[in-house]
């Protein structure tokens, strides 16, 4: 298997990025097989849809109305006011994905894009993981 | 990995398609390894549930709970009214899962069937990419 | 593939309960690879996500904000009152999750633990399928 890590800057606001063109660039070249891109992080996910057309601000306001990041609400208590959502938002936002790849290329759909979600404030700085398994 | 991509039809209204016989046959006679289900869409996803039991309904109304098909809530505003939440969906339900596979079969418990969710009422064609990668 | 079972009680209540220690065991003395948690239970669902500062109770919470165990919510009306909400459960909070493995050893970030959540109190007895794929 091969692996390697990809360093982002998700900022300190909360975040959707894209990062497609990095796991595209990590696939070619390669045959068959399964890539992994994982993050090693308890208060971020990483999901597949759109991006450029609002649905980034849609899933943060989505996140805001199943978790809201309201002081007094959550049990964890480190952190910036309402930090604690961030660690329940991996239970519904997976920090761990896999994608089928075809020749060298992910066999992603015409709408489909690689993000990180990172709602956290406190943490500007991610890795990520890509791992490609060949078949 | 042996990889091929099945058509389904999920129709104009918000859908749950139990498509388990179809990837219980793409693993026979195939050995030990990882099934990928894998949906290139960016407006539905796949699950692991019971069916037959209320549980389809059950799904789609956590889900319009979650996510309300309202005109004028999501920045999204392309397609159908309400169509924006449907971008939004993937995030929670992601559009990729992996099932082990011993002996050519999957090792689902008695109550789990693998279903596509699709509350796209736009796009009623849909394709499912199943990959095996064998251990 | 290698692929083994391991039994887990989770009691009769709402339950999240760590599996770091297990599944990192498994995956001692093996390369590189991917190691996937499966459970063959339509109740239930594997995250990541941080133990010991109260995400525990956050994360139970957060569920049944989204899908409360209330009697005459859910067309699934087998079990306990408010067991179909535990049904839907799995479309949110997958049973399948997969983790890259670097020299026999898991790549987790320092705060994520591997959890079963639990929240079917009809049940209490789990099994959890780990299998790892050499790559």
């Known amino acids: 298997m091969e692996s390697r890590v ?15 063109l990095e796991v595209s660039e990590f696939c070619q070249g390669r ?3 399964l890539v992994s891109i994982f993050l ?3 208060t971020a996910g990483v999901a597949l849809f759109e ?8 899933v943060l306001m989505a996140i805001e109305d199943l978790l809201p990041a309201r002081q007094g609400k959550w049990r964890h208590q480190h952190g910036s006011p309402g930090h ?15 994608i089928p790849v075809v020749d060298g290329r992910m ?29």
Chains 1, 2, 3 share one sequence.
């Not at 991006?51 to 849609?58: K, M, N, S, V």
């Not at 604690?84 to 896999?98: E, K, M, N």
């Not at 992603?108 to 398994?133: H, Y």
């Open 6 to 20: 990809l360093e982002l800057t998700t900022g300190r606001s909360p975040a959707v990025i894209d990062i497609t």
């Open 40 to 42: 090693p992080h308890a």
């Open 84 to 98: 604690g959502r961030d660690h329940v938002l991996p239970a519904f936002i997976s920090p761990s994905i896999t």
């Open 107 to 135: 066999t992603l759909g015409t709408w489909q894009s690689i993000v990180v979600v990172d709602t956290n404030v406190d943490n500007p700085n991610r890795k990520v993981r890509l791992s490609f398994l060949a078949g």
């Open 51 to 58: 991006t450029g057309a609002g649905t980034e601000p849609d």
């Open 31 to 33: 045959g068959g097989g």
